[in-house]
């Protein structure tokens, strides 16, 4: 969950700015956790800022001269016109914000490698198998070193030449105060929920964010060339809970206030306790229920309350309400009689009704 940086200082109490949790995963990957892909990563203040911001502008006439400035060891971002001019756009050192870079490539320059999200995928190789809609550099999130410890997203990312690339097909316009500006393929796109991270919120708008920050409202189709309109009154500013979709995963960012208010372990077993002592019954079986503790998660008795995972019915474990069909099980849940499909091998099962754990 560090950050690199800070797995080499763990004497020093890292501020943290935030997590991004990949969704779909209930916080392990199919293969677990390895390296850089993971479920979850944690933005820590690096040791040292590594944060860039937009200096100097370039008009070069040939892909040439534009691959020249570009090499230069400072990072930039190009944007091809046509095949006769290439404006490059130089990304000065900027000593008050961090960044913290997310895509697909495995290179040095990723902070978080995300891959796709396959429904019902149980390795990595289920996964592989689908061609990735997802950018090798998808975004970059820039956080600021000092409170609030703000952070902002943009589209694309740098790679190991310290070069972002929009080609003569991608969508890009200069803006009205003479600066370039641009939107990846599949795009990058962020909703920034109603009323806060809280039981009260509502979904936002989903809108894109540009290669600069700016927010647009959203193409017409996922990869167009033609922009959506401009929304002056927002922000490419993360909020606790916003989601941001990058075409194959969809990442849910948590800010450290607001991780910090969520339930810890003793909260929780608080609530089991509580449960228990009100001494539930199963409403077909009569049955009193309990819930067991997560020392005891993998130990089942006549008391394991399971829930079908359809409906949400929560019981005792019975074996009537099977029924048998060509192709696999059906069972049928007692109380709404809505009949789940499941595997011939037993252990599949657990699929549809599974155990519950506080």
């Known amino acids: 969950m560090f950050s690199p940086d800070q797995e080499n200082h763990p004497s020093k109490a890292p501020v943290k700015y935030g997590e991004l949790i990949v969704l779909g995963y209930n916080g392990s990957l199919p293969n677990g956790d390895r390296g850089r892909r993971k479920s979850r990563f944690a933005l820590f203040k690096r040791p040292k800022a590594n944060g ?16 020249a400035i570009s090499n230069k060891d400072q990072h930039s971002i190009s944007y091809t016109l046509s095949r006769a001019q290439t404006v490059v756009v130089e990304y000065t050192h900027d000593s008050n914000t961090d960044m913290f870079q997310i895509g697909r490539s495995t290179e040095s ?13 149980q390795s990595n190789s289920d996964t592989q198998s689908v061609q990735s809609t997802i950018s090798r550099f998808a975004c970059r999130i820039i956080c600021e070193r000092n409170p609030p410890f703000t952070a902002r997203i943009y589209a694309a990312g740098f790679d190991s030449s310290k070069n972002i690339f929009l080609g003569e097909k991608a969508a890009k316009w200069k803006t009205s105060d003479g600066q370039m500006d641009g939107l990846t393929t599949n795009g990058v796109l962020v909703m920034h929920p109603r009323n806060g991270f809280t ?4 979904p936002g708008i989903w809108r894109e964010i540009s290669v600069c920050g700016n927010v647009f409202s959203l193409r017409e189709t996922r990869s167009a060339q033609q922009r959506g309109k401009m929304v002056d009154i927002e922000t490419n500013q993360l909020q606790d809970g916003s989601l941001i979709d990058l075409c194959g995963a969809t990442l849910l960012w948590r800010t450290a206030e607001g991780l910090s ?15 228990n002592a009100a001494r539930p019954q199963c409403p077909v079986g009569f049955n009193t229920l309990a819930f067991p503790s997560m020392k005891r998660k993998d130990v ?3 008391k394991q309350p399971w829930v079908y995972l359809n409906c949400g019915h929560v019981h005792g474990y019975h074996n009537w309400g099977n029924k048998e069909e060509r192709d696999g099980k059906d069972r049928e ?25 506080v």
């Open 199 to 202: 039981e009260d919120s509502k």
């Open 261 to 275: 208010h969520t339930p810890t372990v003793k909260h929780l077993e608080a609530l089991r306790q509580e449960i």
């Open 300 to 302: 089942v008795d006549e």
């Open 109 to 121: 320059p990723i902070d978080f490698v995300v891959t796709d999200t396959v429904p019902g995928s």
């Open 333 to 357: 849940c007692p109380m709404c009689r809505l009949a789940f499909t499941i595997g011939v091998n037993p252990e599949e099962s657990f699929h549809s009704v599974t155990q519950v754990h």
């Open 52 to 67: 860039v911001k937009p200096s100097t502008v370039h008009i070069a006439c040939t892909p040439q001269a534009a691959k």
